[in-house]
Structures are given as structure tokens and as C-alpha cells.
């Protein structure tokens, strides 16, 4: 991970668990025990993503187990609750599914994410074939980056491309992902760029500046 921005391509975790449709109730739910999941891709043919079968789609059949005996016949019709009957992923799954594209950006990814209140999203291709899954914890790979890559990255993206004359005279400081900015440039109206350019930056967690005018005093953080 040297580069950015990054995708979820870089991320993602290329070998996934899932079921087809017709995995049992029970099965799904060993399956989700034995791998340590909370929701298992449905898979259809040679790997097309057809749904997303999770704990909360399970969790509605023990919501109504203690509940009047003659409620899942009253309820068996309709689409919020016929999961409380179902018993295969293909009535189970939840569809169609929320999945992305290898190439999307990470806050793509998280935003598809917080939009649909889901924890993962299968990835896919043009056909809808699963090429992996990405999770919230995936997502925040990227601020593993070392200091070391994170400071090469802003001097080379953003020192070097804003600042070609004073570029000598900044100096670039990474610390547990908070980058610090120091020296005098020439054209101060480009210091609040160079402050939003830095935080787009992969992996930095804050901007601290401390860049000067050619005659004035500090320059306020933004």
C-alpha cells in the first residue's frame, strides 16, 4: 500500500465465503459460525452475487418463535416478514444485493456503506460476478500507512505541484497520521489548497499548518 487514493480493489479480502440459494437455515447459520461472519454473499451460476443473507435476516425467525401461534400464518404474506417462515437463503437473503465495484474510492465504498446501514459490501464486476468482499475494518487499512509514505505522498502531490519555487523550504513532519507543515511560500493565497490537498491524502488523520506568507505572519489552519 504506496499509493493513492486507494480503492477498494487495494482492501478488499479476495477470498469469500458464501452459500447458494438453496443452503438451509441451519447451515447458514454454521457456516456463519465455523468462518466467524455476520452475513454470507448468495451466489447464483458461475458466481453472480443475487443477494446478502446476514445474522439480521436470521434473527427474524426468533422473533416471532414465542409469539402467538396463529401470527406466522397471519404474517405469511407479507414481504417484511415472510423471512420469520423462510428456511433457505434464496427467501432468507435480503435482495437485491448492496455490493460495489473494485475500482470504487474508499469513501465510495463508505458512503454506499453508511447509505444502505451495512457493515460489508460484496464486490463485483460488470456481470455482477463476486470478486471479493470489503469491510468497515477494511476501509480503515489505509491509516496503516507508515509516516514515511504518507510524508513522501504530500511532498510529492502537493508540496512539489503547489510550491515548485519555495518547495526546498518546507518541510513535511508525519505523526501517527497527523501531518505538519512548516516553512515560507511565496503565493500564500495557495496555503488553505495545500491544507485541503493534504487531508484528501490517504491515511492522514489531521493537518497541523504552520506555512507563512512572504511577509506575513502564520497562516490560520482550515
Not at 423471512?83 to 465504498?109: C, E, F, I
Request: net charge negative; charged share 25%; glycine share 6%.
Amino acid at each position: 500500500m504506496d499509493h493513492s487514493p486507494y480503492t477498494v480493489n487495494d482492501v478488499m479480502t479476495t477470498t469469500v465465503v458464501a452459500v447458494d440459494p438453496d443452503a438451509q437455515f441451519k447451515e447458514i447459520v454454521a457456516t456463519m459460525e465455523r468462518w466467524n461472519v455476520s452475513a454470507l454473499p448468495v451466489l447464483e451460476g458461475e458466481g453472480r452475487v443475487v443477494g446478502v443473507v446476514s445474522e439480521a435476516d436470521l434473527l427474524t425467525k426468533g422473533e416471532l418463535r414465542d409469539s402467538d401461534p396463529g401470527l406466522i400464518k397471519k404474517v405469511r404474506g407479507l414481504d417484511d416478514t415472510a423471512k420469520a417462515v423462510a428456511v433457505s437463503a434464496r427467501d432468507l437473503m435480503t435482495t437485491p444485493a448492496v455490493t460495489v465495484r473494485a475500482g470504487a474510492s474508499l469513501p465510495q465504498a463508505a458512503r454506499r456503506m453508511a447509505y444502505h446501514q451495512v457493515k460489508r459490501l460484496p464486490v463485483v464486476d460488470d456481470d455482477e460476478i463476486l470478486q471479493g468482499i470489503v469491510s468497515r475494518a477494511d476501509l480503515l487499512k489505509v491509516y496503516l500507512r507508515s509516516g514515511d509514505a504518507i510524508a513522501a505522498e504530500v511532498r510529492a502531490e502537493v508540496v512539489d505541484r503547489l510550491f515548485p519555487v519555495s518547495r526546498q523550504g518546507i518541510q513535511v513532519a508525519v505523526n501517527d497520521g497527523v501531518v505538519t507543515l512548516t516553512g515560507r511560500v511565496r503565493d500564500s493565497e495557495l496555503i488553505s489548497v495545500a491544507i485541503r490537498l493534504t487531508h484528501a491524502i490517504d491515511g492522514v488523520v489531521d493537518v497541523n499548518c504552520s506555512l507563512t506568507g512572504p511577509s506575513t505572519g502564520r497562516a490560520p489552519a482550515t
